[in-house]
């Protein structure tokens, strides 16, 4: 009995280093949101592009460009061992925090709408705070798996990561973009509870962080408007409620099964952002009650399937990479879905996979192609 038990042991560690199948009803649920998203980026952009550029075509084709490029990201990561980016966590967040900070240099960062958010060259530019978002994740991953318990004491253990935490928000803050910059906070807070920190420390702490919200709000006037046109859309139904009671027309003529594909109205510059943060309105007012239902069930699958994943891989880093991941891309579509319905403020958050768009697009597909090889390597 002695002599078998080792090899037993060392044939059963082995068959943990082979990598399954990954997660195929995750992966088709992902495409199936991506080839949503391309379909209804033309529909809701054909006009735009028409009258903006001559070329109806023009954002469809850009779309089509960055689905290529995510998808071959996610196939790479997917393909490869999760494992690998423990080593590589450390350089790619102090990357990403350069990149926060040069976005905000005149004369390098990109301004479009009143807004520093953009890095790049001619027509072909990147979100540094898209960046954020992974490699945030991917650094935290390594760095909280490496002991369960260093999150039990608060200044020693969980201070350091909530100073990361409030840096990087601070700098989103600046560009400016509360809604990219809540949506990290909301992943970070999910990681630390899930590697152990203490429920009273991360609820004290929110708490106490109520009153910078409170600030950030008032400190810019856009963000005021938003909140109160949020509140009651139709006291100024001309300019800051417009945005809102167009999205919510476009939802309300949808009924159950909508006007039909490429029927829509409000995409007539009615909606600003039809194709953009907006589009899950034009979702609901071409394909209806129906269509809009489906979107929503396919993320809700998302989330199940990467939670599924988190809760059977082999070991702690898998399973807080495929934790944040499920909820950074959970969370912004919830963020998403609740402004255009009109149950949060708006945000300026993209809807993952369907919102027209380039970096967002490229690493919320890089990101699942990790979850996917972190799903390859889960208990059997």
């Not at 994740?137 to 999150?151: G, I, P, R």
């Not at 600046?174 to 906070?185: E, F, M």
């Not at 609820?203 to 856009?222: F, I, M, Q, R, S």
Request: hydrophobic share 55%; glycine share 10%; charged share 15%.
């Amino acid at each position: 009995m002695s002599n078998r038990s080792p090899r037993r042991r060392r044939s059963t560690l082995g068959a943990e280093r082979i990598a399954r199948d990954p997660d195929y009803l995750l992966f088709f649920v992902v495409v199936a949101l991506l080839g949503i998203g391309i379909v209804m980026v033309f529909s809701a952009s054909a006009v735009r592009s028409l009258t903006e550029y001559g070329d109806r075509y023009y954002f469809l084709k850009r779309q089509l460009v960055w689905a290529v490029m995510g998808l071959g990201a996610l196939l790479f990561f997917m393909n490869s061992n999760y494992r690998a980016l423990k080593s590589v966590a450390v350089p790619i967040f102090v990357v990403s925090v350069f990149l926060l900070v040069l976005v905000l240099i005149p004369g390098i960062g990109r301004v479009i709408n009143d807004a520093r958010r953009w890095i790049g060259i001619g027509s072909m530019v990147f979100q540094p705070a898209e960046v954020m978002k992974l490699s945030l994740v991917v650094f935290f991953s390594a760095a909280l798996s490496k002991s369960k318990d260093q999150l039990a004491g608060f200044f020693r253990g969980l201070a350091p990561y909530l100073a990361l935490v409030g840096l990087i928000f601070a700098l989103i803050l600046r560009q400016p973009d509360l809604g990219t910059g809540l949506a990290i906070v909301g992943t970070a807070a999910l990681m630390l509870f899930i590697a152990g920190a203490r429920l009273w420390h991360l609820t004290g702490l929110g708490l106490a962080a109520l009153p910078v919200l409170v600030w950030a709000v008032k400190a810019e006037e856009y963000r005021m408007v938003r909140l109160t046109s949020f509140l009651n859309p139709w006291a100024d139904p001309g300019d800051s409620g417009y945005q809102i009671i167009q999205a919510l027309y476009a939802l309300g003529s949808g009924r159950f099964i909508g006007v039909g594909l490429g029927y829509g109205r409000q995409k007539f510059l009615y909606l600003p952002e039809a194709h953009t943060d907006f589009i899950f309105a034009i979702i609901g007012e071409e394909l209806g009650f129906l269509g809009a239902m489906t979107v929503v069930c396919l993320f809700a699958v998302l989330a199940w399937r990467g939670f599924r994943v988190a809760a059977a891989s082999q070991d702690r880093f898998g399973c807080l990479l495929a934790a944040g991941i499920t909820t950074m891309i959970t969370l912004q579509a919830i963020i998403n879905l609740g402004v255009v319905t009109a149950s949060i403020p708006i945000t300026g958050i993209p809807l993952p996979f369907i919102s027209s768009g380039g970096s967002s697009l490229v690493f919320t597909l890089a990101g699942v192609g990790m979850l996917l090889s972190v799903s390859r390597y889960r208990e059997a």
